[in-house]
């Protein structure tokens, strides 16, 4: 509201004009005049419309000085409120109401100077008493006054009745099979769908939109009203979660574009903005947002949530939590579909259309499918596809008719490593086992993750980098002697301090060996905290490193984690957690 | 029982105080919401002893008590009865709304609109936004009305006839109070005066009502053999509510299929043939006017959803017919002409 005050400040010309005042006068008096399904639809048309001209009266009521002064400049003003408060259609909506409400409230004058607004205040409260308290139904009175049943309670149940018979209605089935001339029972589905336009936010009404969002679509008359599908998608990101249960939303976003692009919005700025968010939350966060569910029962739902995660990614490449999203996001909804499969099968290629045919079950199959003895070949064959890959790019890249396709197929093999980043992971936990011999493929996999283009040809510093922070990390986990070299801690803390002149491997790349270390290599676990704490304070990583136990921990409890003593991980996970804990506490006391 | 009573008092000149007092300029949320509160809790009261004469009559006289004191202090003030009680939430709201001491901030709470309510339904959800949340639901009834109220009997009229039934029930099953039972009807049917139509449809649907015990069923009997003594409003229902109510009626109760055949026999000799409209007219200050054609567009309709009647029915019209003189030319008994368009 202050902000709308400021704009009026700097521009001189006011919001309202009298045209447009005449306009919606207007629009009030024929609305009020005939109830026919016409002005009835019409109304519903121009709902949100009025909504943004209430608000706009709003302000100018809120800026002039008294009621008088209002009245002076819009003098239809209460004629116009008036008339509203006796449309139905404008009441039942919850925010026209509370817009209306504040209107009027508006031209309310707690000491009231002179007659106007005596008349004005005496008259807004005997409108506000009627609409809340008049009842004209003689027959109704009776019946509640003899029964014994109070006109709130009356007026619930009369509500409830018509939801029901409309869901009735509706619930027959149509066999006209696409014959337009054929007349079935679908025409009520528009209408009906209309006329729940200003009912989207009442909770009496969830189940009956619900239907109306599940009927299947049998017939070429069964559409639902454009204006209702716009009006649920824009209350549904107005308030967090209507009355609707999940079937409606999933229903919902299968009908209506933007409101599955809301959703898939509010889930990345949720997890864009909160810190600190442990891999558990992210994923139940993703579960209670139902679109894993969602996607599992349309596959249209997936390709859209996917396209929209991949444009994401191909604009910012390096945001961890988002990679971390899609990873968990794939994962549940792969496993959901699992639960339906029984009912349709999909093919992988329809749901990952663009992704290089070839790795796409290699990469999809999870770690705990195969044995752990198989991991090794199985990375070293997903590192040489992928590198094959890269390498047809960049030899392709002074060749203008096959680069651009290259870049796509580069991208895609990429996103697909994003989707089963569990691959990815368990490179890491093998490459705290390797030997110097063997790293050099996992190495390579898990710099590609972290630095899919190759800008400048700098992935083969980035892997030497790599190579160098994976020996550091080698030899001071093995040291036994303590107190620890100071030097190699420090290299250590320098390479994982990011230095974006040079290019050097990802701090992250570094950081997630460093904890896969920590939990994995055979090192008491005194002296593994003791390095990692050291390392993760002198670099300042304490939130990441948090993230990244917490990651490893989601994967030990999905059982992708496979070792052999699943038990001491987890303790050891645990203990590093708690040491990563009381950091966070230590350096932030604010926050406590 | 005695703490009882004093809240019921209480609760009384709460309403006096709520409608009439500048006191409630005083007043905060906490207040306004405590008020709620005891409104809620009389609201209780009443349900639970509404069919308990004794404790009836007890409450009665305290209510009566705290009436007079009432009256004394506030002029012109509105006695609150038992039955009042029911609605007492209804009554405070009534008070405090039209109370021109109400401060706009106790108002603005109670329109307050800020968000939709999300809790579940049958919950209490608090003073704010209570009207705010009755406009809601008084607007989407509305909106939604249109829709619905092309089914036979209306939504409206099917709730009342729900709450018609459950009452009736409630009356009956206290089997020394038949007479309260018909005085409930009564009453209703006097406080319809000026809806008759509407009452029509609230009888139907409360008869319509599928029956899943034996309450119900004795309390639709008990409905069935209660308008067959108010001829006059029989007669409306005949006439007045679509073809379709009416058959499915005459399927499912017997006594008013039989009832109807009356209607429509009186109907019918009540008629006389005038030679100038070539037609029979209804004489008589009869209310309900009811042409030849659709007299018999109601016998043939009910011969054809109730097959068994139509033996009995030719041979009581054979009757009639032979006692006006047995005479095959039109015009001469309306029982003739009736006949021969049955039996075609």
């Given at each position: 509201m202050s902000q709308l005050q400021i704009q009026l400040q700097q521009t001189a010309?006011?919001?309202?004009n009298v045209q447009e005042m005449q306009f919606w006068l207007d629009k009030a008096v024929a609305w009020g005049q005939a109830d026919s399904p016409d002005t009835r639809k019409d109304t519903c048309l121009h709902l949100s419309r009025l909504r943004d001209f209430l608000q706009q009266l709003l302000t100018h009521i809120n800026n002039m000085n008294s009621t008088t002064e209002t009245m002076k400049t819009l003098p239809f003003l209460g004629q116009f409120l008036g008339r509203l408060c006796w449309n139905p259609y404008v009441t039942a909506e919850a925010t026209s109401r509370r817009l209306l409400f504040q209107c009027l409230w508006g031209l309310y004058?707690?000491?009231?100077?002179?007659a106007v607004e005596r008349k004005a205040n005496q008259w807004i409260r005997k409108v506000l008493c009627q609409l809340a308290t008049e009842d004209d139904d003689a027959a109704a009175q009776t019946l509640m006054k003899h029964t014994g049943v109070p006109p709130e309670e009356y007026h619930l149940k009369v509500l409830r009745k018509r939801v029901a018979l409309l869901q009735q209605n509706i619930g027959k089935s149509c066999s006209s099979l696409g014959d337009i001339n054929q007349r079935c029972s679908c025409d009520s589905l528009l209408a009906a769908s209309e006329a729940c336009v200003p009912l989207v936010t009442c909770p009496e009404a969830a189940p009956l939109i619900g239907t109306l969002l599940q009927q299947p679509v049998t017939c070429v008359r069964a559409a639902l009203s454009e204006d209702f599908l716009d009006a649920l998608s824009s209350a549904y990101s107005r308030y967090q979660r209507l009355s609707l249960e999940e079937q409606a939303v999933v229903s919902l976003w299968y009908h209506n574009l933007s409101s599955l692009e809301e959703a898939v919005l509010r889930l990345l700025e949720c997890v864009l903005t909160k810190t600190g968010l442990t891999m558990q939350k992210l994923k139940q966060r993703l579960t209670e947002s139902l679109l894993p569910k969602a996607c599992a029962q349309h596959c249209s739902i997936f390709l859209v949530v996917n396209d929209i995660f991949r444009s994401i990614l191909k604009q910012a490449e390096g945001t961890e939590s988002v990679k971390y999203l899609i990873q968990i996001f794939t994962s549940c909804f792969l496993r959901e579909l699992d639960l339906l499969q029984h009912q349709t099968s999909v093919p992988l290629k329809a749901l990952f259309p663009q992704s290089p045919q070839s790795l796409l079950v290699p990469l999809v199959t999870l770690p705990s499918e195969m044995p752990q003895e198989a991991w090794r070949h199985h990375l070293n064959w997903l590192s040489g596809s992928l590198q094959r890959l890269t390498e047809e790019e960049e030899e392709g890249d002074g060749d203008s008719s096959s680069s651009t396709r290259g870049h796509h197929n580069v991208f895609d093999a990429w996103f697909l490593l994003v989707q089963c980043a569990h691959w990815v992971q368990a490179a890491v936990q093998l490459l705290v086992t390797s030997g110097p011999e063997d790293c050099g493929p996992l190495m390579w996999l898990l710099t590609f993750y972290h630095h899919p283009t190759n800008r400048g040809h700098h992935r083969a510093l980035q892997l030497v980098h790599a190579k160098e922070a994976w020996d550091h990390l080698r030899s001071l986990f093995s040291v036994v002697a303590r107190p620890l070299p100071v030097d190699r801690l420090q290299s250590l803390v320098t390479l994982l301090s990011s230095q974006p002149q040079r290019p050097s491997a990802s701090p992250l790349l570094i950081l997630n060996l460093l904890v896969n270390f920590a939990v994995f290599?055979?090192?008491?676990l005194s002296g593994s905290t003791e390095i990692l704490q050291t390392v993760v304070e002198r670099s300042g990583l304490v939130d990441e490193a948090a993230c990244v136990l917490s990651s490893l921990e989601l994967r030990l409890n999905e059982g992708s984690?496979?070792?052999?003593d699943a038990n001491r991980v987890h303790l050891r996970i645990k203990a590093l957690q708690n040491t990563i804990t009381h950091m966070c506490a230590a350096s932030s006391p604010a926050e406590n | 029982m005695e703490a009882v009573l004093r809240n019921l008092a209480g609760t009384a000149e709460l309403l006096a105080v709520a409608g009439r007092s500048g006191v409630v300029e005083q007043w905060d949320e906490q207040t306004l919401s405590r008020a709620f509160d005891w409104a809620r809790y009389c609201e209780h009261v009443f349900t639970r002893f509404h069919n308990n004469p004794g404790m009836r009559r007890i409450m009665e006289k305290q209510l009566q008590l705290t009436n007079q004191s009432l009256q004394a202090v506030f002029p012109a003030y509105t006695d609150v009865s038992f039955s009042d009680l029911s609605q007492c939430q209804h009554l405070l709201l009534v008070g405090l709304l039209s109370n021109p001491e109400l401060p706009s901030s106790i108002m603005k709470i109670l329109f307050d609109s800020m968000s939709p309510a999300n809790t579940k339904q049958s919950e209490y959800q608090g003073v704010s936004g209570l009207c705010s949340r009755i406009i809601q639901c008084k607007s989407a009834c509305k909106v939604l009305s249109p829709l619905t109220d092309v089914s036979a009997v209306g939504a409206d009229a099917e709730v009342q006839g729900a709450m018609l039934m459950e009452e009736l029930a409630a009356l009956l099953s206290q089997s020394s109070e038949a007479c309260r039972a018909e005085h409930f009807l009564d009453s209703v049917l006097q406080g319809c005066d000026g809806a008759a139509h509407h009452f029509c449809l609230v009888i139907a649907a409360a008869l319509l009502t599928t029956t899943n015990s034996a309450a119900q069923t004795a309390s639709q009997d008990f409905l069935l053999d209660w308008l067959q003594r108010k001829p006059s409003e029989l007669q409306h229902m005949c006439s007045t509510l679509p073809a379709t109510l009416v058959i499915d009626l005459s399927k499912r109760h017997l006594k008013f299929r039989d009832a109807y055949c009356v209607v429509l026999k009186n109907w019918a000799s009540d008629m006389e043939y005038s030679i100038s409209d070539g037609e029979w007219v209804q004489t008589g200050t009869n209310q309900t006017s009811v042409s030849f054609q659709r007299l018999t567009e109601h016998f043939l309709a009910l011969l054809e959803a109730c097959p068994s009647l139509r033996e009995g029915v030719v041979k009581e019209l054979n009757v009639l017919k032979i006692s006006d003189g047995d005479f095959d030319v039109r015009g001469l008994s309306v029982w003739g002409d009736l006949l021969s368009i049955i039996n075609k």
């Open positions: 010309e006011p919001l309202l004058t707690e000491h009231p100077g002179n290599f055979q090192q008491s984690c496979l070792s052999s | -």
